[in-house]
């Protein structure tokens, strides 16, 4: 007997829609839920929808934004709210912190139930004193909390003071991205990387959390050992100058190239020998788990979510936190050992099926919502 339940209309409330890993998981959760069951929308509330926003919408997808005022803002709860009612939503789900204030605030008095995502931790973690205030009365009547990994669960209970015994780790997933060789040779021809040689790679944003100026020391360390090896680094943002002197200094100038800001840099992964992520913190990294779809083996540094994606020897190695030696001599085990490279990027394709596939992830979703709309 078919359901007679109307869709679940869902609102989505986040900062905005730009190119970040929150945004990602936004997008793929719009996108892959059954349009038939699921009908879901964007608020931005920082005043733009962003390009993924703006894309979305071309898609038939409602996103929509409105503008935060400096300090705590009262009339952005008024917007906030009057979107929730106009709307008939049935789930508001706030992706970070701050949006979920606002929304959890704003939501009081409708019938909608309300989920938070914690999708990172600023670094370093420290205590707030009005979080401790007041977040153990938000999380009361708040019927989801999640969290990306298990170490932004144990970091939510210790620092925003929710009760651990109710944040829901779901792991971030992608849609695995598939190798193409005649790209990944166009790649490699257009970076002018020669024949053989080894090509490790990181994608992401240029920023001091991100510690790529460890990365750069470490591959120094390594390229003295193996010469015939480059450094490829995909993307922009704040730290881009300083590291470009940094590379500029270190007499292998030619062998670390920086691509700056790619809408698509997917295509560039394939081309990777090896992926290093060098972060002081990690949640669920999204270009993690695209190396991992294609299995390029990696070398990522012990923090947050990122031991519990890479099981350090089976599916990557593992170097501890800000330690350049540690991660060259990690580089340099994959490098030297092809057996292990084989091992580790069978493994980690296997790894990548089985948790971190974007169908396991927005099947979490929707059996969440379900189960607090019955509840």
């Known amino acids: 007997m078919e359901s007679t ?56 997808v409602k996103v929509h934004s409105v503008s935060r005022s400096p300090g705590f803002d009262f009339q952005l709860i008024r917007k906030i709210r009057d979107h929730i009612q106009e709307g008939k939503f049935d789930v508001v789900h706030c992706h970070q912190y701050t949006p979920f204030v606002y929304g959890r605030i704003a939501a009081l008095g409708t019938a909608a139930r309300v989920v938070l995502t914690e999708h990172g931790r600023f670094h370093p973690d420290r205590f707030r004193f009005k979080a401790a205030a007041v977040n153990w009365l938000l999380a009361m009547i708040t019927p989801a909390v ?14 925003e003071f929710f009760p651990s015994r109710r ?7 992608i849609e695995g ?6 790209t990944s040779n166009e790649v490699r021809t257009e970076l ?21 100026s460890m990365m750069i020391r470490a591959f120094l360390r390594f390229v003295e050992r193996y010469p015939d090896s480059y450094l490829l680094i995909v993307g922009d943002g704040p730290e881009r100058k300083s590291l470009g002197d940094q590379a500029a200094m270190s007499g292998v100038a030619d062998r670390i190239i920086f691509t700056g800001y790619i809408e698509h840099p997917a295509r560039y992964m394939g081309a990777m020998n090896g992926f290093l992520l060098s972060s002081f913190t990690e949640g669920t990294s999204m270009t993690l788990l695209e190396a991992m779809s294609l299995g390029v083996p990696s070398v990522v540094t012990r923090v947050g979510g990122n031991p519990e994606i890479v099981i350090d020897g089976e599916t990557g190695l593992l170097a501890e936190n800000d330690d350049e030696i540690g991660f060259a001599d990690a580089m340099a085990t994959i490098y030297s050992d ?33 189960n607090i709309l019955d509840s």
């Not at 944040?167 to 997933?173: A, E, R, S």
Request: aromatic content about 8%; some cysteine.
């Open 5 to 60: 339940r109307r869709p679940i209309h869902v609102l989505h409330i986040t900062f905005n829609m730009g190119f970040g890993g929150t945004e990602q998981v936004i997008r793929q959760l719009v996108r892959q839920m059954p349009k038939a069951e699921f009908v879901n929308s964007i608020l931005c509330i920082d005043g733009s929808v962003g390009p993924l926003g703006q894309s979305l919408q071309k898609e038939g």
């Open 146 to 159: 999640v969290a990306i990994s298990s170490a932004t669960r144990d970091a939510l209970a210790r620092f």
């Open 338 to 370: 092809h057996e292990l490279r084989e091992r580790l990027s069978k493994n980690s394709q296997d790894r990548f099926q089985e948790r971190f596939t974007v169908s396991r992830m927005t099947e979490q979703y929707e059996t969440l919502y379900l």
């Open 177 to 182: 991205l598939v190798h193409d060789v005649e």
């Open 192 to 212: 002018g990387i020669p024949e053989g040689s080894f090509l490790w790679g990181t994608v992401s944003r240029l920023d001091s959390v991100k510690n790529q």
């Open 167 to 173: 944040i829901k780790v779901i792991y971030n997933g």
